[in-house]
């Protein structure tokens, strides 16, 4: 008889503490994306210090300014791309360290 064990995932090691401004700007921008486009929040995100990346379900096209205005907290937050393919609009962006 074959005895099956199931291991447990090993997934990468990722902490959204690790630089706090990058974290709030995501909650931001999802905020920002739920109220002016009716989308649900990032279906996918990839946040680091340097830059980071959300993607949207759109129905269309949307174009949005590219930038927001900064807070003490985080810094300049700046939108850096984005692309339009499939109903999936992907922004990358990054916080500009003071």
């Known amino acids: 008889m074959k005895s099956t064990i199931m291991e447990e995932p090993i997934l990468n090691s990722h902490n959204k503490e690790e630089y706090p401004p990058m974290h709030t700007a995501e909650h931001i921008l999802n905020g920002t994306m739920v109220k002016m486009?009716?989308?649900?929040?990032?279906?996918?995100?990839?946040?680091?210090?340097?830059?980071?990346?959300?993607?949207?379900?759109?129905?269309?096209?949307?174009?949005?300014?590219?930038?927001?205005?900064?807070?003490?907290?985080?810094?300049?937050?700046?939108?850096?791309?984005?692309?339009?393919?499939?109903?999936?609009?992907?922004?990358?962006?990054?916080v500009i360290e003071k």
């Open 37 to 94: 486009f009716g989308c649900p929040r990032s279906r996918s995100a990839h946040i680091e210090r340097k830059k980071s990346k959300c993607d949207y379900l759109l129905y269309a096209c949307a174009c949005i300014g590219a930038h927001v205005n900064n807070t003490s907290e985080i810094g300049t937050f700046k939108i850096l791309s984005h692309d339009f393919e499939d109903s999936r609009w992907r922004v990358r962006w990054k």
